[in-house]
């Protein structure tokens, strides 16, 4: 399960060098965006590979099993997180974009093996439960991910923006010993060699299936979409129309988008640990406000570090939109399909109101696109894979390769930013949350017209 937070720490933390990168590279808004490109393609190139080797030879786990797997993914990881040294002291973009790939490549290996590993280690009926917790962790990785990172490269009090390179180095160095103390921990565990069992077909019958059709242009639409919200954000609110702020004093903003998330998943996550109606409802309501207050947490200790605590008052004010999210549960009533439209119809909404306004409100609705992405992974999934059969497995490789949206859609928007305005460029996430309304429409209709009635617990991300 802790893999699960390394992967949630350093994809959140990303945004913490797009700005540091663009100030110091002198690049445009797309070409800092080259950091989500560099990162998100690995998961793209890594399942690729994979599935490439599995279709010609016969899934390579299947000889080493899952633990080793494992290992082999964290040292990957590991290397790419040490090569962010000599990329600091040649102060070369290209080598950090490098490195960033690497320690993602690593990723999308325990990304293959980690998510049924975790189901594997127990018995079944408890899985999902296992699955749950490890995507609470993702999701608090997440969360204190970009603190972390901002305090340990802005590297003082008072939260200066003055920094060099050489300042990765050492944060990057510490990864790297944890990638690797891990791998350790490891291979000195008792774990048993588990092995996946399922049949690769070895041809594409998968794609005769609507629903994966559909679903995978809608992960592609929906990592695409989650990534380029919090990519741009700390570019939007240098603007004057918003909130004049250096990327210094903007780490909190980012660090409540992905705290959505985790209050998303972690209201999702319920319906698995209890059966009874009235104490899901009764959490429903209190887990999304338990878990803003462990955002509130860790956000008032980074603030207080830092000398401004006065900060802290923009997190209460998004109060609200935390509140919407809860009543989106209700009406969505644990349904994948009912799910999917309402809370993309629901973010579309909100791109709408960031759009129409300015300043906070603005802000706030652009940052809610999070809550409202928080639980589509588990849904799309879900959905796109039922009624696969012996396709299942393949259909499941080529979903993971459509997180390419998360490598290609900040670019785009970065483009469409320089070209227009940063504010007007968020229209990328209102199209994207439209496409993702209509999957949750079309999808529902596909698999009854199958005779699948499909309602599944939600629950989960990626």
């Known amino acids: 399960m802790s893999v699960f937070f390394f992967w949630g720490f350093v994809a959140a933390s990303n945004t913490v060098l797009i700005p540091l990168f663009k100030q110091h590279f002198h690049l445009m808004q797309w070409q800092s965006q080259l950091v989500d490109f560099a990162f998100y393609i690995a998961y793209t190139v890594g399942a690729l590979t994979y599935f490439l080797i599995s279709f010609h030879a016969g899934d390579p786990l299947n000889r080493i099993g899952y633990k080793k797997g494992l290992i082999l993914g964290l040292s990957i990881s590991a290397l790419g997180a040490l090569g962010f040294v000599p990329a600091a002291g040649l102060e070369s973009y290209p080598l950090m974009l490098t490195s960033l790939f690497v320690v993602a490549l690593g990723f999308a290996l325990q990304q293959i093996v980690a998510n049924p590993y975790v189901i594997a280690l127990g018995s079944p009926e408890t899985g999902a439960h296992r699955a749950s917790l490890a995507q609470g962790i993702n999701s608090f990785g997440t969360t204190i991910g970009p603190l972390l990172l901002s305090y340990a490269i802005l590297g003082n009090v008072a939260g200066s923006a003055d920094v060099g390179l050489d300042a990765v180095r050492v944060p990057y160095l510490i990864l790297c010993g944890a990638f690797l103390a891990f791998a350790l921990v490891l291979g000195l565990s008792p774990l048993p060699r588990v092995s996946p069992t399922e049949i690769v077909r070895r041809d594409l019958g998968a794609f005769r299936h609507p629903q994966l059709v559909l679903g995978m242009i809608a992960i592609f639409v929906y990592v695409g979409t989650e990534v380029t919200i919090q990519s741009n954000l700390p570019e939007l609110m240098r603007q004057p129309n918003m909130l004049g702020l250096g990327h210094e004093s903007t780490v909190h903003f980012v660090s409540l988008y992905w705290g959505s998330l985790m209050i998303g ?66 009406l969505a009533g644990q349904r994948p399909a009912r799910t999917m439209m309402l809370f993309g119809a629901m973010a579309a909404a909100m791109m709408v109101v960031g759009l129409a306004t300015e300043g906070r409100l603005s802000l706030y609705a652009f940052v809610s696109g999070g809550l409202f992405c928080s639980v589509m992974w588990p849904c799309i999934f879900a959905l796109s894979i039922a009624g696969l059969g012996e396709y299942t497995n393949q259909g499941s490789s080529l979903l993971v390769m459509m997180i390419l949206g998360g490598a290609l859609l900040p670019p785009v928007q970065g483009y469409l930013a320089d070209w227009i305005h940063i504010h007007t460029s968020y229209i990328i996430p209102l199209l994207g949350f439209s496409y993702l309304a209509f999957y949750g429409w079309k999808v529902g209709r596909v698999l009854r017209a199958q005779g699948i009635d499909y309602d599944a617990t939600v629950g989960g991300g990626h």
């Open 265 to 330: 998943r972690w209201t999702g996550a319920i319906g698995v640990f209890t059966r009874s109606t009235r104490l899901r409802r009764i959490l429903t309501v209190l887990v999304p406000l338990a878990a803003f207050g462990v955002l509130l947490g860790v956000n008032a200790i980074k603030l207080g570090a830092t000398g401004h605590p006065e900060r802290l008052v923009d997190l209460y004010r998004y109060l609200p939109f935390v509140g919407i999210l809860i009543a989106g549960f209700f």
